[in-house]
């Protein structure tokens, strides 16, 4: 049974393929980060080399199926940026040439134990230019049992004549019934947890998994609406100290200040939803009532606007501008909260 949840278009082609003996020797699978393109890379190298009958396979129980979900499959390897070399010491950036090159070594052998050398490359736009080249000769030039399996989050970061020469696969959102079915049923989190993992997760189970292995989610998430509700009730001063400390963290964390714009963009979202009475698609269902209560505050106008101006932050950021200016003018653009309808006033 294939352990992917969900994608099911893209199971059913691996699936016919892999009945027909019609593989292609290299996919690129597509997708965010979270979404499954690990789990369906492990499915397929599970069900090439499943020992189950070829109706059963990968039955996930034979000695081939354990191995390659513990990782200790010999014809499967997964290459990472964690991988890069031996000296620790450095900030690994690139998935280097060496590490391409030992793999196509042992490309070029029979598989050992199994039916198929599967070759799984966690997120490919690592791969340095020199790597991305040598691999594309091998891609070019398919041999035997062998099948690479690219996984990235972003296409257009990967040299185009490598990904022309994959079967590209893009994997789309999950519904979020269906992962809040499966969080139910496979993990067994209680229904109001996942429920709010699954809004959370905006279509990526893997993130709902991870997330409900964190104990501290909801202590996380208090602390960041908090911050978020000082800078709406403060002045001046409030927002410039504010401003000044993420685009501190911007310097050391760019990531981290994209997740925070993401957040409150999500909750500004979420008080346009509550102000137009749409309360069932709220996502940040543990905040619902200091939503409701901002959204009764602002004007359709102002949520709208706040919107835009996360989103206009965010881009400027990525464009490189100076952050400390573009977060400094989001601050000031958010129009603060009247005293007298103040949340929890
Ligand atoms: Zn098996």
């Known amino acids: 049974m294939w352990q992917t949840i969900g994608h099911s278009g893209t199971i059913e082609l691996l699936q016919r393929a892999i009945k027909r003996g019609g593989l292609s020797h290299a996919y690129l699978l597509v997708g965010p980060p979270h979404i499954g393109k690990m789990t369906i890379a492990i499915d397929i190298a599970m069900a090439l080399n499943c020992r189950a009958e070829p109706d059963k396979k ?45 793999m196509l070594h042992s490309a070029s052998l029979p598989p050992f134990e199994g039916y198929y050398r599967v070759y799984i490359i966690d997120e490919a736009s690592n791969l340095s230019m020199e790597a991305a080249n040598r691999l594309l000769k091998t891609l070019e030039e398919p041999i035997g049992k062998i099948i690479f399996i690219l996984l990235t989050a972003n296409s257009g970061l990967i040299p185009i004549t490598v990904v022309s020469r994959c079967q590209k696969l893009k994997l789309a959102r999950l519904k979020t019934l269906e992962i809040e079915k499966a969080l139910n049923e496979r993990w067994q989190i209680e229904p109001e947890k996942a429920l709010l993992l699954a809004r959370l997760s905006h279509g990526c189970l893997g993130w709902a998994v991870e997330a409900s292995h964190k104990s501290d989610l909801p202590a996380e998430r208090s602390a960041q609406f908090e911050k978020m509700q000082t800078i709406v009730k403060g002045g001046y001063s409030e927002r410039f100290a504010a401003a000044s400390i993420i685009a501190q963290q911007f310097a050391k964390k760019r990531e981290a200040v994209y997740e ?67 977060l400094e003018a989001l601050m000031l653009n958010i129009p603060k909260v009247p005293e007298t309808t103040a949340p929890g006033a």
């Open 260 to 326: 925070t714009l993401d957040t409150w963009a999500g909750w500004w979202r979420d008080i346009l939803l509550a102000k137009t009475g749409c309360h069932s698609d709220i996502i940040s269902l543990d905040f619902e009532p200091a939503l409701a209560e901002m959204a009764r505050t602002y004007t359709l106008f102002q949520i709208n606007a706040v919107i835009k101006y996360i989103r206009e932050a965010g881009v400027q950021l990525k464009q490189n501008a100076n952050s400390r200016l573009v």
């Open 58 to 102: 990968p039955c996930g129980e034979c000695v081939a199926c354990k191995k390659i979900a513990a990782g200790r499959h010999s014809d499967v390897q997964v290459l990472s940026l964690n991988q890069n070399g031996s000296d620790d010491s450095k900030e690994k950036t690139e998935i280097g040439i060496d590490l391409i090159k030992d």
